[in-house]
């Protein structure tokens, strides 16, 4: 599946074309890679997302063309998630 779709599947992303320019931002790795909106998902795989401050890891368990609210979590294990602390630099 592409990275784009399950982004969105897995509701992770509430848009494909957010998905989509997040990857194209270089701002998904997969496998510690940047991945393209059209990268190949596969389970086993690990995501890295960095939306802002706020940065996800998680671990692909699942693939399913369509998910509803209750099974999306399903389809992916948080590894991490971190929120950076700000910067206050005009203390």
């Known amino acids: 599946m592409r990275m784009d779709k399950f982004l969105k599947v897995s509701r992770l992303i509430k848009r494909r074309e957010v998905a989509k320019e997040l990857c194209d931002a270089s701002f998904v790795l997969c496998n510690g890679k940047v991945a393209k909106p059209s990268t190949e998902v596969v389970p086993g795989d690990e995501l890295r997302l960095t939306?802002?401050?706020?940065?996800?890891?998680?671990?692909?368990?699942?693939?399913?063309?369509?998910?509803?609210?209750?099974?999306?979590?399903?389809?992916?294990?948080?590894?991490?998630?971190?929120?950076?602390?700000r910067s206050d630099t005009y203390a």
Not at 64 to 70: D, G, M, Q
């Open 51 to 85: 939306l802002g401050r706020h940065t996800l890891t998680v671990k692909v368990l699942g693939i399913s063309p369509y998910a509803n609210k209750t099974t999306a979590s399903s389809l992916y294990d948080i590894l991490e998630d971190r929120i950076q602390e």
